[in-house]
């Protein structure tokens, strides 16, 4: 969400309501925002672990380990019955909201610069 709305905003301000964009443009918004998405995984990478009460603090883990155990519940659960039941709300949620946050408030811009 974050993305959408420093993009938005950058354009509103960088591109001050012009009708075609040059190439440079493009890339500068694109580079921007790829940069602010490296950062945000970056944080989530560094975030600290929260303890967990009932386990035993002299075990260390390392992130790859911890990790690589995360993505093998993922893939565990995915071959469950009722989480397979799940997936096709969870990709057509997925698109939707992607539609009403990205394609949608461009459409809705797009059309108002050109009846303003």
Request: overall charge positive; hydrophobic content about 45%; charged content about 15%.
């Amino acid at each position: 969400m974050s993305g959408t709305l420093i993009g938005n905003t950058y354009v509103f301000i960088a591109w001050k309501g012009k009708s075609t964009v040059s190439k440079t443009e493009e890339t500068t918004l694109s580079v921007i925002l790829a940069v602010l998405a490296a950062i945000g995984t970056c944080m989530l990478l560094l975030l600290k672990d929260v303890p967990d009460p009932g386990a035993s603090t002299n075990q260390k883990v390392s992130l790859v380990s911890d990790s690589w155990q995360y993505i093998k519940t993922s893939v565990a659960m995915v071959k469950e019955r009722s989480v397979q039941l799940m997936l096709p709300v969870m990709i057509f949620s997925g698109f939707e909201i992607g539609f009403w946050q990205t394609i949608f408030p461009t459409c809705i811009g797009q059309y108002m610069t050109k009846t303003i």
